[in-house]
Each structure stands twice: as C-alpha cells, then as structure tokens.
C-alpha cells in the first residue's frame, strides 16, 4: 500500500503551486513523441545529426493531464544525435494560473539496439519560466524504453522515475505501455496505456488513443482521445479530444 494524502490535500498543493500536475511530451513534450526514438539508420552516420521540430497543438496534455487549462498550446525542440547518443531541448507554453506560462525542457541519452529491440536510456530535466519565487517545481525524470518491431506494428514500455516529484519532496514513477499500428506508409493508429504513481498524492491511470498522418514529407497530423481514472480531480483530468500538427527539419 503506498503511503498517500486526500486528494483534496494534494489538489491544493498543486493549484498553490501551479495550478496542475506538471509537465514535460515528448518530447519531448508531447508523451506519444517522447517515447518512441527514431529508428535508427541502415549505416551509422559518422557526423553528427540536426533536427528541429514545430508543434501546435488544442491543447497540452501531460500524462493524460492538461497543462494549459485545456487550452491551445505550441512546441519547439531541438535534437543533435551522433551515433547512438543524443542531447535535446525544447520549449512549451503551459498555463497554471500563477505567472507560470512556459516551460523547457533538456534531455540527454543513450539509443542502441540490441537483439533487434531499440532502448532509450535517458534523462529528462523540466524546468519553468517566471514561476513564482515561492514555488520551485524543476523536475528531473530518468527514463527506459524499449521498442520492438513485429511487421506493421511496433510494441513498446516505458519507465520513468523522479526523486522528487516536482517540488513535492517525494518521489514518483510513471509505466506506459503503447502500440502503434502502420497502415500505410504515412498513415498509422497507435494507443498507450499509463499508470502515474506518487508516494504523496492521489495516482492515476490514463490511456489515449489516435490516429497519425504525414500529409506531406516534412508535416504531420495527430488526432487523439485522452483520458484518465480521475475526473474527480476535476476537468484538467477529463476527457479531451487533441488535434495537433507538425512540422520537422
């Protein structure tokens, strides 16, 4: 049995604090982003690789939480990669009702394949602009995937773990399981299921479904259903419906 407060009690925290459970997606802000790497390349590149991408999306959804008051929210990440090792940065607009009205986010790790199974060994750190002095929320998430390919249809798990569960002083782990089905070259469905733990506070599960389209080369459509196991906790943590779109140099 984990030790836990009142939902109330920890609803307070968070609004006193900033407003919702906080942030990164994948990558990194958006989850469904983060967890699944590029696949790696038919022969190594012996310089080191640039990209850039540019998200707008209906709103930010953390987790199955939203971060912008259920709002619309834009995202911008850059990722230099050499050979299997990776740095990144990126920065997302957030909403919770304190001054807090961005975020960023730094990220490092380590993608080899082994055995045919691709692994994302990395660490995450999410840090917030012009939030309050009394409040400090900057997180660190270490983090494992594993991906497989089986034909059309890629299965991966996913494991992230923070000591001290944005500002709270306890720790706190997220597991993601999530399918991604390829239909046709530039169209695939994919789902995920999560479950949040926090030593303090209430946990929660929540799974998204939705499907992904390349309209053309360097842009891409996602729409996608959220939802969690508490709407008790109020309409951050309901069902919401994402479109989004993005663009990647």
Same mark, same amino acid.
């Given at each position: 049995?984990?030790?836990?407060?009142?939902?109330?009690?920890?609803?307070?925290?968070?609004?006193?604090?900033?407003?919702?459970?906080?942030?990164?997606?994948?990558?990194?802000?958006?989850? *469904?982003?983060?967890?699944?790497?590029?696949?790696?390349?038919?022969?190594?590149?012996?310089?080191?690789?640039?990209?850039?991408?540019?998200?707008?999306?209906? %709103?930010?959804?953390?987790?199955?939480?939203? *971060?912008?008051?259920?709002?619309?929210?834009?995202?911008?990440? @850059?990722?230099?990669?050499?050979? /299997?090792?990776?740095?990144?940065?990126?920065?997302?607009?957030?909403?919770?009702?304190?001054?807090?009205? @961005?975020? !960023? %986010?730094?990220?490092?790790?380590?993608?080899?394949?082994?055995?045919?199974?691709?692994?994302?060994?990395?660490?995450?750190?999410?840090?917030?602009?012009?939030?309050?002095?009394?409040?400090?929320?900057?997180?660190?998430?270490?983090?494992?995937?594993?991906?497989?390919?089986?034909?059309?249809?890629?299965?991966?798990? /996913?494991?992230? !773990?923070?000591?001290?569960?944005?500002?709270?002083?306890?720790?706190?782990e997220?597991?993601e399981?999530? /399918?991604?089905?390829?239909?046709?070259?530039?169209?695939?469905?994919?789902?995920?299921?999560?479950?949040?733990?926090?030593?303090?506070?209430?946990?929660?599960?929540?799974?998204?479904?939705?499907?992904?389209?390349?309209?053309?080369?360097?842009?891409?459509?996602?729409?996608?259903?959220?939802?969690?196991?508490?709407?008790?906790?109020?309409?951050?943590?309901?069902?919401?419906?994402? /479109?989004?779109?993005?663009a990647?140099?």
């Amino acid at each position: 049995m984990r030790k836990t407060m009142s939902a109330a009690a920890m609803a307070a925290i968070w609004l006193g604090a900033f407003g919702a459970v906080a942030a990164p997606p994948d990558t990194s802000s958006m989850p *469904q982003l983060t967890l699944t790497p590029a696949t790696p390349p038919d022969a190594p590149s012996t310089e080191p690789q640039f990209s850039v991408n540019a998200t707008a999306a209906s %709103d930010y959804i953390f987790r199955g939480v939203s *971060q912008t008051e259920n709002h619309p929210a834009v995202f911008g990440s @850059a990722r230099v990669t050499d050979d /299997a090792f990776y740095l990144g940065a990126g920065i997302e607009t957030v909403d919770f009702h304190n001054g807090t009205d @961005a975020e !960023y %986010d730094l990220s490092a790790g380590w993608t080899p394949v082994i055995a045919g199974f691709r692994l994302d060994l990395g660490v995450i750190r999410y840090g917030y602009i012009d939030e309050p002095s009394h409040t400090h929320i900057d997180t660190l998430d270490f983090k494992g995937v594993v991906l497989h390919d089986f034909g059309p249809m890629t299965l991966a798990g /996913a494991v992230f !773990y923070t000591p001290n569960y944005f500002g709270s002083g306890h720790d706190g782990e997220y597991y993601e399981g999530r /399918a991604t089905y390829r239909i046709i070259d530039g169209l695939s469905v994919n789902g995920a299921l999560g479950r949040q733990l926090v030593t303090v506070g209430p946990d929660h599960t929540t799974w998204n479904a939705g499907v992904n389209y390349a309209l053309i080369k360097n842009i891409a459509l996602d729409l996608r259903y959220y939802d969690t196991s508490e709407h008790s906790l109020g309409s951050l943590y309901g069902s919401h419906y994402v /479109a989004s779109i993005k663009a990647s140099f």
